[in-house]
């Protein structure tokens, strides 16, 4: 297991990639979610103390966009599409029966962490609306059953 000190290291070394000013901020936070899959708090420091930005203002910038996360993913990555055509062809409906199935809702994972679930816009799909995606496969023509049997299988696949 990485240990948090090592964890830190890792990310002054990756800080040297980009110039010390504030125009780098958004760049290295979109670096660090890549490589983590969000922003962990207390790297949040170490860009701070790198760009000379207070820790509070380098979360406030980073919280200021929709793009990043602050907790980490679950396993599966639940995408539900609200877009125009998902909207019209029962996108409420998805969302209801993902969160029912899951016992969360959107944006929060579950507790054994293997599912997040968030609201997206057009997944580029829209002739399957309406659609959803896990990890990087699109689900369309979504109805209840085919969501319950979807999310079934998920779930009892052997990690
Ligand atoms: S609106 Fe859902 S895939 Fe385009």
Redesign the pocket.
């Known amino acids: 297991m990485v240990t948090k000190e090592l964890k830190a290291e890792n990310i002054r070394q990756e800080l040297q990639e980009y110039s010390r000013k504030p125009k780098s901020l958004i760049p290295i936070l979109q670096f660090i979610q890549s490589q983590h899959g969000y922003l962990p708090r207390d790297f949040m420091e170490e860009v701070g103390n790198y760009l000379g930005l207070a820790p509070s203002k380098v979360y406030s910038v980073a919280s200021f966009y929709a793009q990043f996360r602050f907790e980490p993913l679950g396993e599966h990555l639940v995408k539900v599409?609200?877009?125009?055509?998902?909207?019209v062809k029962g996108?409420e409906n998805v969302t209801e029966t993902v969160e029912s199935q899951l016992g969360i809702s959107m944006g929060e994972t579950t507790a054994d962490e293997k599912f997040t679930v968030e609201r997206v816009?057009?997944?580029?799909?829209?002739s399957?609306?309406?659609?959803m995606m896990i990890d990087d496969t699109v689900y369309g023509n979504l109805t209840r059953d085919k969501i319950k049997n979807i999310l079934t299988d998920y779930k009892e696949e052997q990690s």
């Open positions: 599409c609200h877009g125009t055509a998902c909207h996108a816009a057009c997944l580029g799909c829209c399957l609306a309406p659609a």
